[in-house]
């Protein structure tokens, strides 16, 4: 239909270019990607694993519970508004992860 594809019994649905397979918990949108219950989340180029412990955000890597925290060499000088740029989307997308879980 208008060159998507859907596969029912596949569980993989292709809109516009975008994915979704439902039954392996992976979404496609714009390039990005959604694993909801593979813990991983891709926005605009940023990567999130929330039990994977891992966040980069604008070229800069943070592991939570390996107190790993990798920065550009480059300084920015909103520094600060990344780091919290980036715990704003830790809360937002753990409170999606454990609605969407039950």
């Given amino acids: 239909m208008f060159g998507n594809r859907i596969d029912l019994f596949g569980n993989r649905i292709d809109l516009f270019g975008d994915r ?16 909801l219950f593979g ?14 412990d891992r966040i980069d ?16 060499s480059n300084a920015k000088p909103l520094r600060f508004l990344n780091y919290l740029y980036s715990f704003i989307l830790t809360i937002y997308y ?4 454990s609605l969407s879980t039950g």
Avoid at 27 to 33: K, M, N, P
Avoid at 62 to 67: A, E, K, P, Q, S
């Fill in 20 to 35: 979704i397979d439902l039954f392996s918990d992976r979404i496609y949108l714009f390039g990005d990607r959604i694993d």
């Fill in 57 to 72: 955000l604008f070229g800069d890597r943070i592991d939570l519970f390996g107190d790993r925290i990798l920065q550009r």
């Fill in 39 to 52: 813990d991983r989340i891709d926005l605009f180029s940023d990567r999130i694993d929330l039990f994977g």
């Fill in 94 to 97: 753990t409170l999606i992860y």
